[in-house]
């Protein structure tokens, strides 16, 4: 009697604890749900940058930014993407951003693809950040991308004129 209920309380706890199988998974159906999410990010990102206003610029990319070294993995990651999807291509859009620190210091930050990849030099910022108020506290604008996989140099240079100008 003592065995049959003893193999009765090992059935009923390998009843409660066992993992439930879900099913077999179709990776091929997951893969294409996991795309149709990113498409549908990407596609918030490119209306959101499309809405706001562009910055002129001369062809000269000469507003150098400062803060590549603190986002030198950010700008690992956005070298191999570029490489890989659009080889040759150095010109992107990025978005500057007034912004005001916990300090209370002017700043004006540069992104892309949802990630910081420096700042306006502070001797420039506090300009350049009523500048960019009065246009709008973001704007789109031009930059030259410059990836150095090896050494670690990797740098980005901004297309505007000074004072800035909307398109």
Do not use: C
């Not at 990010?41 to 002129?56: A, I, K």
């Amino acid at each position: 009697m003592e065995f049959i209920i003893f193999l009765l309380l090992i059935w009923f706890f390998s009843r409660i604890f066992r993992k439930r199988n879900k099913g077999p998974v179709d990776k091929w159906q997951a893969f294409e749900r996991e795309a149709e999410k990113q498409k549908k990010l990407q596609q918030r990102y490119d209306n959101y940058m499309m809405s706001l206003p562009e910055l002129q610029g001369d062809g000269s990319y000469s507003q150098k930014l400062r803060g590549e070294l603190a986002y030198k993995d950010t700008l690992d990651q956005f070298g191999e993407w570029i490489e890989r999807y659009h080889p040759g291509e150095d010109e992107i859009n990025v978005i500057v951003e007034a912004i005001t620190a916990k300090d209370g210091a002017l700043q004006v930050r540069v992104e892309a693809g949802n990630a910081v990849i420096g700042f306006i030099p502070r001797e420039e910022a506090a300009e350049f950040h009523k500048e960019l108020t009065a246009i709008g506290k973001a704007a789109r604008v031009g930059a030259k991308f410059y990836w150095s996989p090896h050494d670690g140099k990797s740098s980005v240079s901004l297309d505007v004129v000074r004072p800035l100008r909307q398109v």
